[in-house]
């Protein structure tokens, strides 16, 4: 059966954009198809702020791996690049979130999906809206209503022009 998940990535160290584009190409298997993908935008750091700015996109994935598998899979690419889990939301080389899978709800040690804090993030939101203008939160609430809140309206987003 073939399921239906959208991903974050975000850089901020190195060269940003040829990273991201690397996570995409080690994230392709048989298992995976990449079916969309949003711009790159360039934004602020969030949760800690004195860092470089990240350069953040959504990819639109279909796979036959549940959200389990796909996570250990995002982890590896995490790791085979050198991602190293020094300082919670600090600098990275890659950061991979699933930010929905199907209408799946996960609440566990392992995995939250949705993922817990997108809905405040317009890193996320912004690109994820790119990809599917329509996509809703499993319980049908539509993720665009989130972007006019106050806190993520502020945030810097920009499209990243290389």
Known sequence: MTHTAYLSLGSNVGSRAANLHRALELLKN?????????????TEPWGVPDQPMFLNMVA??????N???LLR?????EKQMGRERLLRWGPRIIDLDILLYDNEVIHDRELEIPHPRMVERAFVLVPLLEVNPDVTLPDGTPLKKFL???????????LYTQ
Request: hydrophobic residues 40%; negative net charge; proline residues 3%.
């Open 73 to 77: 899979v995002l982890l590896a690419v």
């Open 148 to 158: 006019s809140k106050t806190d993520v309206g502020t945030q810097f987003v920009n």
């Open 60 to 65: 639109r994935l279909k796979t036959t791996l």
């Open 30 to 42: 048989e298992s995976i198809v990449i079916d969309a993908l949003s711009s790159i935008y360039e």
């Open 67 to 69: 959200p389990k598998e």
